[in-house]
């Protein structure tokens, strides 16, 4: 890739260019009304890779992906899905690109059944991916099977839980964020939610999830974001996280 300075041609190396990142956010800046939430915040995420953003409460893991998503337009920075800038675009032409998004609060439709709430989240295929459908999510989500015509408002939680991210992936993303996936899950059931997210780094789906559960994070993530005032304070990988840190910005 070459760009152009003062009449040269300067040739760019690969590892600086905006794509070889699915996703990745520069100095974003996001208010609610007059109080700011985050503060120049900046991150990358590679392809295929699943990272986790960790921090106390209220320090903005669910602002950073709202923001992502355009559910909150950012005063200021930029964010970047495939190479492409999605800075304040409406969450519909965000999805459309490939991002999928699973809010903390699940947000099914109680009124619909299992296999409707399906239907809700179809979109075609898109090429180098196989396609998520009913059955392939049921072999995913074995404890949906034989719910389909049942109600959404007629299932656990749990069961909840896993039909939001199974109607996340009838959009076939390339790119999956959960927020606060296993809160108050059973551990059975946050087995299997572990097990779905390997499944879905092993079918080259990005994850970016924000948790509370160390432990669980542990098990399923390749990179850590630590957060704390609005801004990325620590990055590593899951396996250089210490103990020290741990207790500095994630001690109660």
Known sequence: MQ??????????????????????????????????????????MSRGEVAVLLGRNGVGKSTTFKSIIGLVVPKSGSIYFKGEEITGLP???????GLGYVPEDRRIFTGLTVMENLEVGRR????????WTSERLFELFPNLRGLGKHLGGQISGGEQQMLTIARTL???PEMIILDEPSEGLAPV?????????????????A?????????????????????????????????????????????V
């Open 170 to 172: 009838m959009g076939n």
């Open 3 to 44: 760009q152009v300075h003062n009449g040269i041609a300067i040739l760019i190396p690969m590892e600086n260019r905006q794509d070889r990142h699915i996703l990745s956010l520069k100095d974003v800046n996001t208010f609610y009304g007059k109080a700011q939430i985050l503060f120049d915040m900046s991150l990358a």
């Open 91 to 97: 969450p519909y032409k965000v999805c459309s690109m």
């Open 189 to 205: 059931i946050v087995d299997q939610l572990a097990n779905t997210i390997r499944n879905l780094k092993e079918n080259k789906v």
């Open 124 to 131: 075609l295929p898109r090429e180098g991916f196989e396609p």
């Open 207 to 251: 994850v970016l999830l924000a948790e509370q559960n160390l432990n669980f994070a542990r098990r399923i993530c390749d990179r850590v974001f630590i957060i704390d005032h609005g801004r990325v304070c620590h990055e590593s990988t899951m396996a250089g996280l210490t103990g020290d840190v741990c207790e500095m910005y994630l001690a």
